[in-house]
């Protein structure tokens, strides 16, 4: 989720380097290094993992319920729709 993260915080940033120590050196489309606030990716991270699980739970809530026969929630429906 971290480059997910950096993406969405750093719209200019292209491209990342994963290093050996877990750290990113983030580059622009000219592999300009771009200087990033590690502690706002971190939470932003966090956010963005959150909302995963999330939809997940929503959607095996919405399996649930279509073979129990019941009602889904417009947030259950939308999970399923193709």
Sequence with gaps: MIHEAVYQLYPNVKSIDDKEDGSVVCFDENRN???IDMSAVNTKATELQT???NKVDVKASAKAKLIAGEALTEEEADTIVL
Excluded: G, I, L
């Design 33 to 35: 290094e771009v200087s």
């Design 51 to 53: 909302e995963a699980d």
